[in-house]
């Protein structure tokens, strides 16, 4: 990928992660989505109010019942006292056992419902005074009832009768009954202001529940509108970048196109201008060598060089072109279309083959270990292989043959730990001059060399032949000191799936 093409996609990636930002930045300004919000907080509102009002409206028709029961519980006293005073004379008159029973138990039943109405008024310290003295007439009266029926067994009807006609019966029941009055005029007060109190409860819930209504479907009709405007204008926005990215991308599309019938012409023109330029070169060899084999006599010492250095040059610059010519068709080629399963061991043994002249010349060993099966360019991982054995022959020490290793390291035993494991590592270490830390990037730049030309020939085309070869195969090189101690390791990353 050129680096034109590389900065047209990144710059599209730009644009689509700016749209989705413009999106989420919409819907936080929109004012549907802060309208929704509000009739949420409405809505939330007008439960409050509606919980509230039901809850006082329920405590309020609580109270009503409770003081309906304290004036029912008075009637009840008033009346079974009347209803055992008429058990009381019944009996006197017909001395019946009935009329005793029925006494005793309406007495009984008197004191049942007084019980009752202390403990509803257990929390109104004026009712409790009142109903303290309805106690007190009605604890007089029963004696004084008991007292009568007591006269009539054991002393006789007349006296009895002379009892009643002189006693304070009816004052006693007035008493009694103004009490009764008193507390139940009282309770009545009560249950006026908590029938009140409970109607007004009622109305502030419906008033709460009408006009929290009206205000919510308000809202709503108002959001819907605004939704509808919004999902318009999102409409247009959203065909706008469709149409935007489209032409975009057609953009990129000729852009692409335009790259690519650049790099043909100019790989065209790389061929014919490096044959044009080889064709000169030939002919400098051609004839020097045989200006060198009729005339070497006539020459002098000082001619003869100047013939060998122009030669050397020709041969230089025809090195240099060819390995130009190789390094922009690996640039051009679309390696991956040419990708297949190669078993690197049978690769590194053609390479050892093909290097065996140099291997002999500097009397040199090459050790090869198992190596993996990896889905490549079987030609460029050749030439990979071949020009980084071929280097570390090349710069070995004067005092010590080149020895090197080709290794695989297993994926648990990666060079550099940020590396992920689904890479292999092909390690090539060798016993040479080595390479300082601070050059081990600039190695792989075109026509950049660490030594002079009289001390190791070379276009310092190589290794960035190597590293674009890399490159292709979406993997990565990095140069590190060789573990023995002297010398330098390149590791090799290749994909492992």
């Not at 309770?187 to 409860?201: T, V, W």
């Not at 660490?450 to 310092?460: D, F, I, N, R």
Request: aromatic share 8%.
């Amino acid at each position: 990928m050129t680096p034109i093409l590389r900065t047209f996609i990144q710059q599209y990636l730009s644009f689509k992660k700016k749209c989705s930002t413009f999106f989420h930045a919409e819907i936080i300004r929109s004012s549907s989505v802060w309208t929704l919000l509000l009739i949420f907080c409405c809505l939330l509102l007008t439960n409050i109010i509606s919980y509230r009002a039901t809850v006082g409206l329920i405590n309020d028709n609580t109270w009503v019942l409770h003081t309906q029961e304290v004036i029912e519980q008075v009637l009840e006293v008033t009346t079974n006292i009347r209803a055992a005073e008429g058990m009381q004379r019944g009996y006197l008159l017909t001395r019946a056992p009935e009329y005793l029973d029925r006494f005793e138990a309406t007495l009984l039943n008197t004191d049942s419902h007084l019980q009752i109405l202390q403990h509803l008024i257990s929390d109104n310290p004026e009712e409790i005074i009142e109903v303290q003295n309805l106690e007190e007439l009605l604890e007089k009266r029963k004696i004084n009832m008991w007292e009568v029926i007591d006269i009539y067994q054991n002393k006789g009807d007349e006296q009895g009768k002379n009892y009643l006609m002189h006693g304070d019966d009816l004052a006693m029941m007035r008493e009694i009954s103004l009490v009764a009055e008193k507390i139940q005029q009282s309770e009545k007060l009560l249950l006026k202001a908590r029938i009140l109190s409970s109607s007004e409860s009622r109305d502030y819930a419906l008033k709460g529940l009408v006009l929290g209504g009206l205000f919510t479907t308000t809202l709503v009709l108002f959001a819907d509108y605004l939704l509808v405007n919004d999902l318009r204008r999102r409409q247009e926005i959203a065909k706008s970048l469709t149409n935007t990215c489209d032409n975009l991308e057609q953009k990129v599309l000729e852009r692409t196109q335009e790259l690519e019938q650049s790099n043909r012409e100019l790989q065209e023109f790389a061929y014919v201008a490096s044959h044009d330029l080889q064709e000169p070169l030939r002919k400098i060899q051609v004839f020097g060598d045989r200006l060198k084999a009729k005339a070497a006599d006539k020459f002098d010492e000082s001619s003869l060089d100047y013939l060998e250095r122009m030669q050397n040059a020709a041969k230089r610059m025809q090195k240099l072109i060819n390995d130009l010519l190789q390094f922009s068709r690996i640039s051009a080629e679309s390696t991956i279309d040419s990708f297949s399963s190669v078993d690197i061991n049978t690769i590194a043994r053609e390479v050892l083959t093909d290097l065996e002249g140099s291997i002999e010349h500097y009397h040199g060993h090459v050790y090869t270990g198992p190596l993996p099966t990896i889905m490549a360019n079987p030609l460029q991982i050749r030439q990979l292989l071949q020009n980084i054995i071929g280097n570390a022959l090349k710069f070995h020490r004067p005092e010590a043959p080149p020895e090197i290793e080709v290794v695989w390291y297993n994926q648990s035993s990666f060079s550099k730990p940020d590396y992920p494991q689904n890479f292999y590592e092909i390690a090539v270490i060798d016993n040479g001059i080595g390479i300082d830390a601070q050059y081990a990037d600039k190695i792989f730049v075109p026509f950049q060399r660490l030594h002079g030309k009289a001390e190791y020939e070379g276009t310092g085309i190589g290794l960035a032949v190597c590293r674009k070869i890399i490159e292709k195969h979406h993997g990565y090189v990095h140069v590190l000191q060789s573990p023995k101690g002297q010398g330098t390791m390149f590791v090799l990353g290749f994909p492992s799936v």
